[in-house]
Every structure is written in structure tokens, then in C-alpha cells.
């Protein structure tokens, strides 16, 4: 999303292709480096795709493309690959009037820039509309969520492959037939869509994997992974649940979408919310009209975090625990908690936690005790708690525990 923002102020500067090229890498770095709170980012490695001049040229592209179906630029030829970009490292392009009306306003007030840049995307992508409509973003909205039901796996290969396809469709079968999942299938269309998208994948898989094989002269790689199974699994019930829902699209779009709504403070998502395992899309804030008539409501604020610190006790009893108990829990699996039953972003519970923990709201009646241990693998999808402290450094926090106000009495006095 943030690609958007610096390449089209580098348009808008006049800056050849190489140029947007590097500013849209420079972004990608500097979220890396803010996002890095183990230590593990290596300037080195930047330095190298830096001198790379085909490093960061399909996200240049793309994001040139989005500018252009925006109408903030105007369209032109760009390069077809990377290894064609040194043809078009000085050509330069031409920002449309509602372009350097957009750069203006994003360089003044980035929230009313990225505001801005929904309706328009509102606009330019159905599936934009679409993607928001489904999870409880519109005002024609019929659900607040949308569940993908999943089946958890431990990683052991005690069913085969096909036993495990089997056991996968049985179960999104039996989730659509009960659950609450913002859409519905027949049961036969289900088994078809599901077992079709997965065996032509593997189809694929296996002939790529026969064709590297033969190359190389050697025997062909095992179908598939039971890994790479779940996965595809997963991608075709997305598409499954979105197409049954009324707005078709590919796994890679809803990843896209799911992050750009999360990022503008308009849905959230969670593998890890409590019952039966799932993917959990849910509304953060609605948007009505579209283009340059938008309106926004977000869940956010001080109402919003006092709710957090009042849901906690009673979800904190569900997450194998008392409130006055020492037990702690990952920072992660009770965000997804709190989030999902109150329909609100991950930044809004970080804020909740950050306000309660330096004593900035009203009493709750417990304590929150935050450690920096990790208790377990931080799933992908997800984020430690980072607070700032006193020194102006930040403070990366795991796990959490909740004490009754008593009971953190007696660890004072002890």
C-alpha cells in the first residue's frame, strides 16, 4: 500500500523509471528495518538489490500499473520484465492532474491521503468493493465477517494424501452446513470445487517437477509436501468461500486485500481466534460512497480500548487460565481473542494494553504483566506487542499475564 504512496510522489518529482525503482525499494527497507525487532536485519542485503538493477522491478511495475488504472498517470509502456528495465531506466512519466491533487494531499495529511486513496480504489476494483462488502465494510453489508474453516494438522503424515483430502472436504462440508460463515454451499458443489482445484495444482506441481527432472537427469521430487497440501487446501477454500459469497477471486487478491484493509483500519483477520480452527476476516470500520464521496466510521478510540481491558478477565478464563493465576500467554493468541469478539484492529488492542500498562486509563481491577520471553514460534501472520519506553527505545513483548488486584498486592508485598 505504502509502494502507492512513493512512487507517485516520485512521479509527480519528475524521476525516471530507476529512480521510482530505488524509492519504492527504500520503502520496502525502511518497513523492514521498523519492522525488525530480533535483530536479523542485514543492511548488506538491501545494499545488494540496491546495486541490482533488476531487484524491485515487478513491484515497480505493478504499482506504476495501479497508478495508471487509478487515472493518476498516464498510461505508457513499461518494462515486461526485469531484464528489460535498463531500457527504460530514464524514461520518465507524466502525473495526471488528479495524480498531483492526490500527492499533494498525502504530502500535507497522510490520513486523509490514504481516505482518499479508498475511493478510489473503491472506484477502479470491484473486488476492492467487493472484498469490504463480504467481511461487514459496507453499509450494504449482510455480515460482519467471513470465516474460511480449516483443518488443523500437526504436521504428521498419519493420513496419506488422499485420506487427508478427504478428511479437509468432509469438514468444510460439515463448517458450511452448521457454522455461521458469512456464506453457504451445497454440499456436492463443495466436494467438486475443493478436490478439482486441488488435484489440477498437483497436476501442475508434478509435471514441473517431471520437466526440472528429466533436465537434470534425475528421478522426479515427491507430488507433493503435506505442507504444500494444507496450502493448497486453504487457497481453494478461499476461493471456494469467496466465489459461494458473491465476490470470485484468487488466493493471492484476498492476501493483497486482507492486508490493505488491515493496514487502512477498515478489517482485521486472524488464523488463531478461538474455536474451531479457521481463517476470520471481520469488519474494523465501515467506508460508505465512493471516489471522491467517502465516508469513514473506524472502532477506534478510548471507548474502544476500555472495552479491551473489560473483555480481558472473562476471555483470559478461556485461554487455559485464571485472571489470578501466573500463567502466561502468548501476546498474539489473545489479541486474536479480544479482536475478534470485539470486531476491532490489532492496533487498537496494542494500544489498550500500552495505555493500561503505563497507568493511562481508569483502574480495571487487574494488572497486566508483560515479559519479553518468547513462550512460543511467533506465527507469521502475526506481530509481537512493541511499546516504546522511557529510554525512546522499543520494548518487544511475547507473552502476558493478568493478575487480580489482590493478587498483585501480594507479589508487591512479597
Same mark, same amino acid.
Given at each position: 500500500?505504502?509502494?502507492?504512496?512513493? %512512487?507517485?510522489?516520485?512521479?509527480?518529482?519528475? +524521476?525516471?523509471?530507476?529512480?521510482?525503482?530505488?524509492?519504492?525499494?527504500?520503502?520496502?527497507?525502511?518497513?523492514?528495518?521498523?519492522?525488525?525487532?530480533?535483530? &536479523?536485519?542485514?543492511?548488506?542485503?538491501? +545494499?545488494?538489490?540496491?546495486?541490482?538493477?533488476?531487484?524491485?522491478?515487478?513491484?515497480?511495475? @505493478?504499482?506504476?500499473?495501479?497508478?495508471?488504472?487509478?487515472?493518476?498517470?498516464?498510461?505508457?509502456?513499461?518494462?515486461?520484465? !526485469?531484464?528489460?528495465? =535498463?531500457?527504460?531506466?530514464?524514461?520518465? =512519466?507524466?502525473? &495526471? !492532474?488528479?495524480?498531483?491533487?492526490?500527492?499533494?494531499?498525502?504530502?500535507?495529511?497522510?490520513?486523509?491521503?490514504?481516505?482518499?486513496?479508498?475511493?478510489?480504489?473503491?472506484?477502479?476494483?470491484?473486488?476492492?468493493?467487493?472484498?469490504?462488502?463480504?467481511?461487514?465494510?459496507?453499509? @450494504?453489508?449482510?455480515?460482519?465477517?467471513? $470465516?474460511?474453516?480449516?483443518?488443523?494438522?500437526?504436521?504428521?503424515?498419519?493420513?496419506?494424501?488422499? %485420506? =487427508?483430502? &478427504?478428511?479437509?472436504?468432509?469438514?468444510?462440508?460439515?463448517?458450511?452446513? &452448521?457454522?455461521?460463515?458469512?456464506?453457504?454451499?451445497?454440499?456436492?458443489?463443495?466436494?467438486?470445487?475443493?478436490?478439482?482445484?486441488?488435484?489440477?495444482?498437483?497436476?501442475?506441481? %508434478?509435471?514441473?517437477?517431471?520437466?526440472?527432472?528429466?533436465?537434470?537427469?534425475? $528421478? !522426479?521430487?515427491?507430488?507433493? $509436501?503435506?505442507?504444500?497440501?494444507?496450502?493448497?487446501?486453504?487457497?481453494?477454500?478461499?476461493?471456494?468461500?469467496?466465489?459461494?459469497?458473491?465476490?470470485?477471486?484468487?488466493?493471492?487478491?484476498?492476501?493483497?486485500?486482507?492486508?490493505?484493509? /488491515?493496514?487502512?483500519?477498515?478489517?482485521?483477520?486472524?488464523?488463531?481466534?478461538?474455536?474451531?480452527?479457521?481463517?476470520?476476516?471481520?469488519?474494523?470500520?465501515?467506508?460508505?460512497?465512493?471516489?471522491?464521496?467517502?465516508?469513514?466510521?473506524?472502532?477506534?478510540?478510548?471507548?474502544?480500548?476500555?472495552?479491551?481491558?473489560?473483555?480481558?478477565?472473562?476471555?483470559?478464563?478461556?485461554?487455559?487460565?485464571?485472571?489470578?493465576?501466573?500463567? =502466561?500467554?502468548?501476546?498474539?493468541?489473545?489479541?486474536?481473542?479480544?479482536?475478534?469478539?470485539? /470486531?476491532?484492529?490489532? +492496533?487498537?488492542?496494542?494500544?489498550?494494553?500500552?495505555? %493500561?500498562?503505563?497507568?493511562?486509563?481508569? @483502574?480495571?481491577?487487574?494488572?497486566?504483566?508483560?515479559?519479553?520471553?518468547?513462550?512460543?514460534?511467533?506465527?507469521?501472520?502475526?506481530?509481537?506487542?512493541?511499546?516504546?519506553?522511557?529510554?525512546?527505545? @522499543?520494548?518487544?513483548?511475547?507473552?502476558?499475564?493478568?493478575?487480580?488486584?489482590?493478587?498483585?498486592?501480594?507479589?508487591?508485598?512479597?
Amino acid at each position: 500500500m505504502t509502494y502507492i504512496e512513493s %512512487a507517485a510522489v516520485a512521479v509527480a518529482n519528475g +524521476e525516471p523509471f530507476e529512480r521510482i525503482r530505488l524509492s519504492v525499494l527504500d520503502r520496502a527497507e525502511r518497513i523492514a528495518r521498523n519492522s525488525d525487532h530480533d535483530g &536479523t536485519f542485514d543492511s548488506s542485503k538491501w +545494499e545488494k538489490r540496491r546495486q541490482d538493477p533488476m531487484s524491485y522491478v515487478h513491484n515497480t511495475v @505493478d504499482v506504476l500499473k495501479e497508478l495508471m488504472r487509478l487515472g493518476w498517470v498516464e498510461r505508457h509502456v513499461l518494462p515486461s520484465t !526485469p531484464r528489460s528495465a =535498463y531500457a527504460h531506466a530514464h524514461v520518465t =512519466y507524466e502525473t &495526471t !492532474p488528479a495524480g498531483l491533487a492526490w500527492t499533494d494531499l498525502v504530502k500535507q495529511d497522510q490520513v486523509a491521503g490514504y481516505n482518499a486513496l479508498v475511493g478510489a480504489l473503491l472506484k477502479a476494483h470491484p473486488q476492492f468493493e467487493g472484498f469490504l462488502r463480504l467481511v461487514g465494510s459496507r453499509p @450494504d453489508s449482510t455480515a460482519d465477517h467471513l $470465516t474460511v474453516p480449516l483443518l488443523r494438522t500437526d504436521g504428521s503424515s498419519e493420513l496419506g494424501d488422499s %485420506a =487427508y483430502l &478427504t478428511a479437509f472436504v468432509g469438514h468444510v462440508v460439515e463448517a458450511a452446513r &452448521t457454522g455461521d460463515l458469512g456464506w453457504s454451499e451445497e454440499p456436492e458443489i463443495i466436494e467438486h470445487r475443493l478436490r478439482t482445484y486441488v488435484d489440477r495444482a498437483l497436476e501442475r506441481w %508434478a509435471a514441473r517437477a517431471k520437466q526440472r527432472a528429466a533436465k537434470e537427469d534425475r $528421478t !522426479p521430487e515427491r507430488p507433493t $509436501t503435506r505442507k504444500r497440501l494444507v496450502m493448497l487446501c486453504e487457497e481453494a477454500t478461499v476461493r471456494l468461500a469467496f466465489t459461494a459469497a458473491g465476490c470470485p477471486m484468487d488466493y493471492i487478491s484476498h492476501e493483497l486485500l486482507r492486508r490493505w484493509t /488491515r493496514s487502512l483500519g477498515l478489517a482485521n483477520f486472524s488464523y488463531y481466534a478461538p474455536g474451531p480452527h479457521a481463517l476470520r476476516l471481520w469488519a474494523t470500520g465501515t467506508v460508505s460512497g465512493t471516489g471522491d464521496q467517502v465516508a469513514f466510521r473506524r472502532t477506534v478510540g478510548p471507548q474502544v480500548r476500555q472495552s479491551v481491558l473489560a473483555a480481558l478477565p472473562r476471555i483470559w478464563s478461556t485461554e487455559e487460565g485464571l485472571l489470578d493465576d501466573a500463567t =502466561y500467554h502468548p501476546v498474539w493468541r489473545v489479541r486474536a481473542a479480544v479482536c475478534w469478539e470485539l /470486531r476491532i484492529s490489532d +492496533e487498537e488492542f496494542d494500544a489498550a494494553i500500552a495505555a %493500561a500498562y503505563h497507568g493511562e486509563l481508569p @483502574d480495571p481491577g487487574f494488572r497486566i504483566h508483560l515479559d519479553e520471553a518468547s513462550q512460543l514460534r511467533t506465527p507469521g501472520s502475526v506481530r509481537p506487542l512493541v511499546l516504546p519506553s522511557s529510554t525512546g527505545q @522499543d520494548r518487544v513483548f511475547h507473552v502476558m499475564s493478568l493478575y487480580s488486584a489482590r493478587r498483585a498486592e501480594e507479589v508487591a508485598s512479597g
